[in-house]
């Protein structure tokens, strides 16, 4: 048995969460339901037009919202990641400490400028709009990796986000590449993936490794795939992924264990806020494909997770919903 369940390359974000009040109070200049990667100057436009709001701040950043959740379940994971030396970077670097997440950043160099950080604008009706500054990110690195970590993983975790970025492809490229040395499955989360420079032509340099797994939603598989029939988007994601996952908000879960689809149904919920909902299900599921659940199971256990985060602001389950899952686990899907 392998030390991690997962190792993780992904972003350092720390989030600004706004949560508006009215319709009315929608900046006109930003289009909901966007990723957008910004500069310093934009950032300061967006948060003037945003001065009447006081923001939720919390660590973030796919990797660590999944990674979380494993650790949180009793799990062991390494991520790496990069952070500059700045009250952001010691932040984030504690906030990894204290959930349990084993990181590069115990030994590796920080970054010159500052931590990346994400502006997330989230309506009444729980849409959001996400304005991104990476700042350290793009100094990610191949020395960042830790390859003994990597071998005693049972699963490489990347976020699209960062696999596209072009600072950082050497850094994926190692890791992959440490990956099928090291018989790691190696698994891809489309999230986030409508950004600026994304394209489905733009990951062949990676998908060419082998996917296991792939998680992402309807909309985009939609946009990866260039189409939005289900049953065409099910059938193209077989060429990228021996396994994948497609989740469809309130709908239908679709899974694909590499033989059979299955239709897990999702658990009904008042949705507050939808940011981190597909980090929650990737970190239960892995947790339950990893611990002895069936692709199946691990749905269920999936669709659960997602059910709790979104009932609250943060993009993360608390302590008391870790343990709501930990005992909806035993009882619904043993090992």
Same mark, same amino acid.
């Given at each position: 048995m392998k030390t991690y369940q997962v190792y993780a390359v992904g972003m350092a974000i720390v989030d600004y969460e706004f949560q508006l009040t009215s319709k009315a109070d929608w900046?006109? /200049?930003? #289009?909901?339901? =966007?990723?957008v990667l910004i500069d310093g100057q934009k950032e300061k436009a967006v948060?003037?037009?945003?001065? $009447?709001?006081?923001?939720? $701040?919390?660590?973030?950043?796919?990797?660590?919202? =999944?990674?979380?959740?494993?650790?949180?379940?009793?799990?062991?994971?390494f991520c790496s990641c990069k952070v500059a030396e700045d009250e952001s970077g010691r932040l984030y670097h504690q906030n990894l400490r204290s959930h349990g997440i084993e990181s590069n950043l115990d030994s590796s160099a920080k970054a010159t400028g500052n931590t990346g950080r994400c502006l997330i604008l989230i309506d009444t009706e729980g849409?959001?709009?996400?304005?991104?500054?990476l700042g350290a990110n793009h100094s990610l690195t191949p020395a960042d990796l830790k390859p003994a970590a990597l071998q005693n993983s049972e699963?490489? !975790?990347?976020?699209? !986000?960062l696999a596209t970025l072009p600072s950082s492809k050497a850094t994926i490229t190692a890791a992959l590449?440490? &990956?099928?040395? !090291?018989?790691?499955?190696?698994?891809? =989360?489309?999230?986030?993936c409508k950004t600026p420079g994304f394209s489905p032509s733009r990951l062949a340099d990676f998908t060419q490794h082998g996917l296991d797994l792939l998680f992402c939603n /309807?909309?985009?598989?939609?946009?990866?795939? #260039?189409?939005?029939?289900? /049953?065409?988007?099910? #059938?193209?994601?077989?060429?990228? &992924?021996?396994q994948f996952i497609i989740t469809r908000g309130a709908k239908d879960t679709i899974l694909f264990d590499g033989e059979t689809f299955f239709a897990i149904p999702t658990y009904p919920t008042t949705a507050i806020?939808? =940011?981190?909902?597909?980090? &929650?299900f990737a970190g239960a599921f892995l947790h339950a494909l990893t611990t002895g659940r069936n692709f199946a199971q691990a749905g269920i256990i999936g669709n659960f997770? &997602?059910?709790?985060?979104?009932?609250?602001?943060?993009?993360?389950?608390?302590? $008391?919903?870790? #343990?709501t899952l930990a005992a909806f686990m035993q009882a619904s899907a043993p090992a």
């Open positions: 900046p006109p /200049e930003i #289009e909901k339901g =966007t990723t948060l003037k037009s945003l001065a $009447q709001f006081t923001p939720h $701040q919390a660590c973030g950043g796919t990797s660590a919202n =999944t990674l979380s959740v494993i650790s949180g379940l009793g799990g062991r994971v849409e959001k709009s996400l304005y991104t500054q699963y490489l !975790f990347i976020e699209t !986000f590449q440490m &990956a099928k040395e !090291f018989s790691c499955k190696i698994a891809l =989360t489309l999230t986030a /309807e909309l985009e598989a939609a946009y990866f795939c #260039e189409t939005d029939d289900l /049953e065409t988007i099910k #059938e193209s994601l077989k060429k990228h &992924a021996r806020n939808t =940011t981190g909902a597909g980090d &929650a997770a &997602a059910a709790q985060v979104v009932k609250k602001a943060g993009a993360r389950l608390d302590k $008391q919903d870790l #343990e």
